[in-house]
């Protein structure tokens, strides 16, 4: 490892190649690998970043697009010529989210509802990269409510996100349709009962317990939804108009929720579904990366779980320990439905070897070293990693981001 990197807490079967702190923002969220640019969404800093990477060694600053006021740019996707970028309220630097539980245990349109003025943009950005390292603006879609958290676009005609639109509980399901990418429009939506606070539904949810997409992944005719405490649906798309319920499983309670990525593995007939941790020091409990059988899609069955990191006392060393991004297997990255690529937040970036898929092993794993400075702008948040997103090009090459710490570049040795 090159004596100016950082030095990671600990490493096995991976090492540390590169770093950026992605020109002087060194909060990440989402990060795509496109074409040999990296592009970071940003937790604090209202905009996303471009790094150029084609050189992973000596990564480089290559730009910034900001954000309107008030807006986050946390999520983003690449594909061919086209960036799409979600516009939401930035949610942290409001004081009522200061303390993270009230974000992750009570419905965000809850906390929300008494807000009279729109001081941010919410909707989708849509950006024409055919020079990488110069997004250019080229469309727009505007949406009511907080806006979008998450994409699912991998081409063609249609993109999928979630989104918090006036008259909704929280986050739910929407297909957009990019036939023109200058004119995006919603096509089709899908929510969970109890949602629909404008058309009369009551929740039917514990209290504490947030039901909200975090996103979908989708794989031919089927979107994989992940809805925190809401568990696991399966939802047929092939109308991209009128999503329909294939199967809805939650695990939450006994469970600490937290769903948060599903992502399927169709040669397989395998699903991965990974449960966020979202509390310091595991106080919403322990939370798994587990395994699914898909063969009948009506009736996924859980069939193991993967290891946890055990080499150190991750709960006492504060912030979030638990598993937080999967690597989802984008055309164009690094695509396996045997090793599995995972960040754990305070325990780093893992990989994992599901050959066996009843008995998953742990197959290298990297901790980077704490930040440098802190970004996150919430009062008495630790010093700590944590390893938000992983996204592996098809070189294998690891990058990963963290809320204060910067871009990782690591190399897979196992």
């Avoid at 592009?39 to 954000?67: C, E, L, T, W």
């Avoid at 150190?312 to 297997?329: Q, R, S, T």
């Avoid at 008995?359 to 630790?382: H, K, N, Q």
Wanted: glycine share 10%.
């Amino acid at each position: 490892m090159a004596a100016h990197l950082p030095q990671p807490e600990y490493s096995r079967n991976m090492r540390l190649i590169g770093h950026s702190d992605q020109g002087g923002r060194p909060d990440g969220v989402q990060l795509m690998v496109h074409r040999g640019f990296a592009y970071i969404g940003h937790m604090v800093s209202q905009g996303f970043s471009i790094v150029d990477v084609r050189d992973p060694k000596n990564p480089k600053a290559a730009g910034f697009v900001p954000a309107p006021p008030g807006t986050w740019n946390v999520h983003l996707q690449a594909h061919d010529d086209l960036l799409l970028v979600i516009n939401a309220r930035d949610l942290f630097a409001d004081a009522r989210f200061a303390d993270e539980k009230v974000y992750y245990t009570r419905s965000v349109g809850d906390t929300v509802r008494d807000v009279q003025e729109q001081g941010w943009s919410a909707g989708l950005r849509v950006f024409d990269i055919s020079t990488p390292d110069k997004p250019r603006e080229i469309g727009f879609l505007s949406l009511s409510g907080i806006g979008i958290h998450r994409i699912w676009y991998v081409g063609g005609r249609w993109a999928y996100v979630s989104a918090l639109i006036d008259g909704f509980t929280d986050y739910i399901f929407l297909t957009i349709d990019l036939a023109d990418p200058r004119k995006p429009e919603v096509a089709g939506r899908w929510w969970l009962p109890g949602m629909n606070e404008a058309a009369g539904e009551q929740p039917m949810w514990p209290e504490g317990k947030r039901y909200a997409l975090h996103h979908a992944i989708i794989a031919g005719d089927t979107a994989y939804g992940s809805w925190r405490d809401g568990g696991l649906t399966l939802l047929d798309v092939k109308d991209r108009s009128q999503p329909k319920l294939i199967a809805h499983r939650n695990w939450s309670p006994p469970f600490g929720g937290g769903t948060h990525t599903a992502l399927p593995l169709p040669d397989r007939d395998l699903l991965v579904v990974l449960d966020e941790a979202v509390l310091d020091n595991q106080q919403d409990g322990e939370k798994f990366i587990w395994l699914f059988d898909i063969r009948e899609p009506s009736n996924p069955v859980s069939i193991s779980t993967f290891p946890q990191p055990d080499e150190a006392d991750y709960v006492a060393k504060g912030a979030h320990f638990g598993p937080h991004n999967l690597h989802e297997n984008r055309p164009g990255s690094f695509i396996s439905s045997t090793l599995i690529f995972a960040t754990y937040q305070n325990a780093g970036v893992r990989a994992y070897d599901i050959s066996n898929p009843y008995r998953p092993v742990e197959a290298g794993a990297l901790v980077p070293a704490a930040p440098a400075r802190m970004m996150d702008t919430r009062p008495g948040r630790p010093q700590v990693i944590q390893s938000c997103d992983v996204f592996v090009d098809a070189q294998g090459i690891i990058y990963s981001t963290d809320y204060n710490g910067g871009l990782s570049v690591i190399e897979y040795l196992g």
